[in-house]
């Protein structure tokens, strides 16, 4: 085995590059499959927007909503200002926030792969309760059923990329999971297109076929193998050792393994992670975990992938060209991400972000002054405008798409050491959970009280993010996971906090 002198976490230091290993097939398709996952979230996503404005499906369970959009409107910013609307999307997002605590220890004692089976099962459930809803209460209980399918995925399915994958593709690698949400989004919106169209019964379709990412995600999970890192937490040295040996396509795994080994020694002597994670030591890690998730939900883009159809119609488009022009925003998400996965081990995480964020300023102001100028009581936007509008919010999309969108998962899933991972990971999905529940919940409402100054309030946040980024965030890139607390120790104001050693 490698040597080297053991640090408070238990990890030795700098022994990255005696890492060996390539990147092999196998790996590829684990990532992929596990990826999947990533899927149901973007469906669910992108299917919530285009059934909340067919007209059958308000006609059943919102006939105040529908009787509001059909009756002429002072105000077009309100036509769907409605709680209880918007509690049909932002109820799953609240019980997966739940979800995802309850995840953290199944994670961390039976395994990555128990949560994504666990995650796919739920989520087959909430699809079938909701195709066949006959009221608005199986309605409700199937959106809570998908919610806790979303926690346990995105709980584990990003801790499973991430130590799956070898250190200098691991951003690449992690943002399969984003990828994966960008094209469940687009696949919605193209469903949505199609099923408008089939009526009465096209919405229940729609909700229906969330299932088949979950048939996916289920399957997959129980063909997957186990992650190394959690194999040899749970005692399974041999089996784990075996696997890192086959994802690396080396049998010199010798200065990983240890690595592994000596985190998971010392995570094992941690009863209680989320006790733990509070510590000082731990501080760098937390505040990432919180502040990530909760700037990436801030940049205002559910609002605009949850209620495209519906925002898209309230600035004057007509039902199937506002289905059309958020089927057009799916695409333009999906294929940004691209860009990322290109770039994000080559570039770095902070010139993504920081970039991405600055474009993403831009168009949110563009589209707040359209608005503002062109667009008020009982009028609708020019043909040109409306274009217009519809490419700045792309624009804006594909900004998010190669920066906030990927990597607003990518880092906190790869800076927790190994005794505090899964509590970490659960932290962040709650906290992106409990703010896509307060978006989503409160947006419709602040469209009505804000109108075109909604665009500037995300505005406002996208730039305190960037500075955050620039003044708070190291460069994780081609980091060994199980040595990432090194960058703290030398950053410029986590040194302050993190003791060396």
Known sequence: MAGGSLG?????????ELYKGRITAYVIVTCIVAAVGGSIFGYDIGISGGVTSMDEFLDKFFPEVSRNKKRAHENNYCKYNNQVLASFTSSLYLAGLVASLVASPITRNYGRKASIVCGGISFLIGATLNASAVNLAMLLLGRIMLGVGIGFGNQAVPLYLSEMAPAHLRGALNMMFQLATTLGIFTANMINYGTEKLRPWGWRLSLGLAAFPALLMTVGGLLLPETPNSLIERGEREKGRQVLENIRGTKEVDAEFQDIVDASEFANSIEHPFRNILEKRNRPQLVMGIFMPTFQILTGINSILFYAPVLFQSMGFGGSAALYSSALTGAVLASSTFISI????????????????????VCQCVVSLILGVKFGHNQELTKGFS?????????????FGWSWGPLGWTVPSEIFPLETRSAGQSITVAVNLFFTFIIGQSFLSMLCAFKFGIFLFFAGWITIMTIFVYLFLPETKGVPIEEMILLWQKHWFWKRTVPAF
Do not use: H
Request: charged share 15%; glycine share 10%; aromatic share 2%.
């Open 8 to 16: 408070p976490t238990g990890v030795a230091k700098e022994r990255a």
């Open 342 to 361: 290109a770039t994000v081990d080559r570039l770095g995480r902070r010139a993504l972000l920081i970039s991405g964020g600055i474009q993403m300023i």
């Open 387 to 399: 274009i217009l509008v519809v490419v700045v919010i792309c624009l804006f999309v594909v900004a």
